[in-house]
């Protein structure tokens, strides 16, 4: 094929996807927000990434240019673009019923962030309910967290170097900084108000989220310096894709991909059986 991203495809060229019995698309979903030393759309550009080395590991479509949701607790930076949850719940639902009338019965929608989860798993019980589809919501950090050393504290240098390739991927490399004075943000401009600290943990102790807003440009996002030469950034690249599409095949998608098909006749089943359903499920 000669693309995998919807976006950029041709009509016959979907329509040629969609007759062969393709039916499967992967859509990832960002966001705009502060984030240290590297751009804002850093997590748009990994779960774009990750859609569409998915879409052609598993013969499958992607959907990108969707970087505008609900960006947590970074508003306190203006780069940041801001979305409430309902507002992103409502979008997703549109763009996914609008993907199931165009052919697409297996969705999966992948994220890199950590806030993405509460509309995501929200409109995927939704969109459930009204549709009977169900669509998969992938984290793309929990995949990524395996190569991470077992038993060791978390290697970030690997997610840096990851993001790399994402933006290697996506054709927009030239869009990470270089620059060979540039420095590491300050660890004093890292440290949390105690105030915050003190809610986090009270709240994860509980088991309930906390709502949380950073104080300082410094508390979210990637510290490191930006690459020194151009150099030290296409290698980090090229390394990067690598790991990426080391992290795709980890992932059972092909056995999800079955499994959503039996699933697909089990509700048929349970709306047979219990005709009342049919107006829930």
Do not use: W
């Not at 984030?35 to 590991?57: F, R």
């Amino acid at each position: 094929m000669r693309t995998r991203i919807l976006n950029k495809m041709l009509a016959s060229e979907v329509e040629a996807y969609l007759a062969r019995g393709g039916n499967t698309i992967f859509i990832g979903v960002g966001v705009v927000e502060m984030h240290g030393n590297m751009p804002a759309d850093v997590e748009t550009i990994m779960p774009e990434a990750m859609a569409l080395a998915m879409a052609q590991e598993y013969d499958g479509l992607a959907l990108i240019n969707l970087p505008y949701n609900f960006p947590g607790g970074t508003i306190i930076g203006n780069v940041t673009v801001q979305m409430s949850v309902r507002d992103s719940i409502d979008y997703l639902m549109k763009i996914c019923h609008s993907l199931v009338a165009q052919g697409f019965k297996k969705i999966f929608t992948l994220s890199a962030h950590g806030p993405a989860k509460l509309y995501l798993d929200a409109m995927v019980r939704d969109f459930f309910q009204e549709t009977k589809v169900m669509v998969c919501n992938i984290d793309t950090m929990r995949p990524m967290m395996s190569l991470n050393e077992p038993g060791k504290p978390m290697d970030f240098t690997i997610i840096h170097t990851m993001t790399a390739g994402a933006y290697k991927m996506m054709h927009q490399e030239c869009y990470l900084p270089v620059d060979p004075d540039g420095k590491a943000i300050p660890e004093e401009e890292t440290v949390q108000d105690p105030r915050l600290v003190r809610l986090s943990n009270a709240a994860r102790a509980c088991g309930v989220p906390a709502c949380t807003v950073y104080g300082k440009l410094g508390e979210h996002g990637s510290t490191d310096a930006p690459f020194k030469t151009v150099e030290e950034r296409d290698a980090a690249c090229v390394k990067g894709e690598g790991l990426i599409r080391e992290v795709v095949k980890k992932i059972p998608i092909g056995e999800l991909q079955k499994a959503l098909d039996d699933y697909a006749e089990y509700i048929k089943d349970m709306q047979e059986k219990y005709p009342r359903l049919k107006g829930i499920y």
